[in-house]
Each structure stands twice: as C-alpha cells, then as structure tokens.
C-alpha cells in the first residue's frame, strides 16, 4: 500500500485566499484524521470521521475552516479565507480503530501551508 | 487538556537509558505515544489502555498508571536512531479527542 497520501505537499498563498487540503487515507481504513502542527501550538486534533461521518471536530479552530469526507477514498480540509496564523504543517492520518479502540494512526507526509 | 510533558529535551550518549513522562489532569482511557523525526511525519510507537498495562518492543517500553494519571516512556541502551521528538497523546474517559503533549526532543549522540 503506498501510505497515507497527501497534497499539495507545500502550499504558499496569500492572505484571504482560499486554500484546500486533500488526503487519501489507506484503503480499507474506517477513521481518518487531520492534524495541524505548529512550533507555538504542537500536534492539535482537528476532526475525525469514522466511515465518512464527522465524529468529533471541537478541534476546529474556527468557522473558517471545513471538512468534508464524501467517500471512503478521499477528504478535504479546507480554509475560507486563509490567515498568516493558518500557517502550519497539516496532517492527515488513518486508522483501522478509532481513539476508543486503541488504534494505530498511520500520519500522511503532511502539507505545510504558508499564508502571506 | 493538553497533557504535560517532561523533560523538554534531553540529550544521551550511545547506550544510555532514558525516561519521558506524560501526565494529564483528565481522567485517562489511553495514551499513545508517537515519535517524529525532523522534517517527517510522527509514527506510531504503542498506545496504553487503562487498567495499568505495560507494553514494549525492542528496547521501548511505556506503562499507565490510571490512578496517577501519568504515564511513562523508557528508551534503553538509546541507539542513534532513537533521536527525534516523542509525543504523547492521551484520550480523556468519556472524550472523543485525542490531545498531544509539546513534545520531548531527544538527542542521541555518538
């Protein structure tokens, strides 16, 4: 299987500008998760789906921000307008297991996001 | 709910034992804890549910103590490879959501 995969890889854009985030999870993976990273803030949760449906998205950080999941292969995360504090890394990971159920998450390379 | 890391950073020689504790205010269901090199993703290491389990693989082990809310990572006979920053998240009882401590950056030097 080739993982996790992420795109685009790097992303610079400019204040106000919308940005979209894509990730394909690994085939066969029920719960699929984005993070974001950032030096200040560290690994934050942001929202999980189990088998396409939201679980949990208080991580979301503000209404700018949307995710969505319409098949099993694929997700978005995106952000409307973007900020200079949006910028990050943004992860998207996979499991077979949700958090309950003691799950490996397999991390996708990440997007790193500089809004200017 | 951010969990509490310690310490910050630690630098080892080749074959020194090290620990990295984790600790939450929130009553805990599971810790997992991830290493991250610089510059890749974070991966798995093992996830501890409650009930006060140890695990471990190779020379990395981790236990939970439920009751204090803590849980620690031991790295023994540290191998070069070992160096990257280790987190550790942990899913309150009761919670859907998963928070990340800020990280234990270890060196291991020759």
């Known amino acids: 299987d080739a993982g996790v995969i992420q795109s685009p890889r790097h992303e610079v854009t400019e204040m106000g500008q919308e940005v979209t985030l894509r990730c394909k999870p690994i085939?066969?993976?029920?719960?699929l998760f984005w993070y974001r990273q950032t030096m200040m803030r560290g690994l934050e949760l942001l929202i999980y789906?189990?088998?396409?449906?939201?679980?949990?998205d208080s991580g979301m950080p503000e209404d700018r921000f949307s995710a969505k999941m319409p098949n099993a292969s694929f997700s978005t995360l995106k952000i409307q307008p973007s900020e200079p504090r949006d910028s990050a890394v943004y992860f998207c990971?996979?499991?077979?297991?949700?958090?309950?159920?003691?799950?490996?998450?397999?991390f996708g390379p990440g997007t790193r996001l500089t809004v200017t | 709910q951010q969990p509490v890391q310690s310490p910050q950073a630690v630098i080892l020689r080749e074959g020194e034992d090290a620990v990295i504790n984790c600790s939450s205010s929130?009553?805990?269901?599971?810790v997992h804890w991830y290493r991250q090199k610089h510059g890749e993703a974070p991966v798995f290491l093992m996830i501890?549910?409650?009930?006060?389990e140890q695990k471990g693989h190779d020379k990395i082990s981790a236990s939970f103590n439920e009751k204090k809310q803590q849980s620690s990572l031991y790295l023994t006979a540290s191998q070069l490879s070992y160096s990257g920053t280790y987190f550790c998240?942990?899913?309150?009882?009761?919670?859907?959501?998963?928070?990340f401590g800020t990280g234990t950056r270890l060196t291991v030097i020759p």
């Open positions: 998240g942990t899913e309150s009882t009761g919670a859907n959501n998963l928070f």
């Open positions: 085939s066969g993976h029920d719960y």
């Open positions: 501890l549910l409650k009930g006060g």
């Open positions: 990971a996979s499991s077979y297991i949700g958090l309950a159920g003691s799950g490996e998450q397999y």
């Open positions: 789906f189990n088998n396409n449906v939201p679980i949990d």
């Open positions: 929130k009553a805990l269901y599971s």
